[in-house]
């Protein structure tokens, strides 16, 4: 199989090996491809190594450094993404990433899982689901996001939590694991317009 057939099958969610040579010369390209993002100093020239490193994008993405995939290819993101530093994205399965989304300092997106069986598991095996996050949330630094799943839009997730099934829609969650803590609602609005600084 090609690496195109080798990602569809990943995406089946049945086990795969790790060890595949074909994926760890894709891991090898990716690695170069960010190190190279990582090392461009021009805003306009980190726009385009990421736009060719992933799957799909939208208008306006900000990467700042370091910032790490397992493929890059399996990664969609939206109009106006912003990652801060040291964002780790493991892409075994789809990565879908809305509008707007903002991503703290060393926020993880993590796809694949390995084999529990430790024999299986030696052997290179593993599995991917796919994660969603959904327009405009926002995760605070040190989110990590497991497989499989989807968080809601509008939704933000409150630093160093641990994200281990599907958040909704317009609240803030946040712990390890993960939980609703409330509402967003009209009481959070402060006013501010966008004005500058007076």
Known sequence: MNLQEKFAYMATGKPYSDLDPVLI??????????????AADDPAERTQLF??????????????????????????????????????????????????????????????????????RQLGGCIAKPITIGDQCWLAANVSV???????????????SVVTHDIPANVIAAGNPCHVLRPITAADKTGFVGQDFV
């Open 25 to 38: 010369a894709a891991r090898d390209q990716a690695t170069a491809k960010t190190n190279a993002l990582n």
């Open 51 to 120: 736009t060719a490193l992933v799957g799909s994008t939208g208008a306006d993405p900000v990467v700042n450094p370091n910032f790490r995939c397992e493929f890059g290819m399996n990664i969609h993101v939206g109009q106006d993404f912003y990652a801060n530093y040291d964002v780790v994205m493991l892409d075994g399965g789809r990565i879908t990433i809305g509008n707007r989304v903002l991503f703290g300092p060393k926020v993880g997106l993590y796809t694949s899982n390995h084999l529990f069986d430790p024999t299986e």
């Open 146 to 160: 497991m497989p499989g799943v989807t968080i809601g839009e509008n939704t933000i997730i409150g630093a160093n």
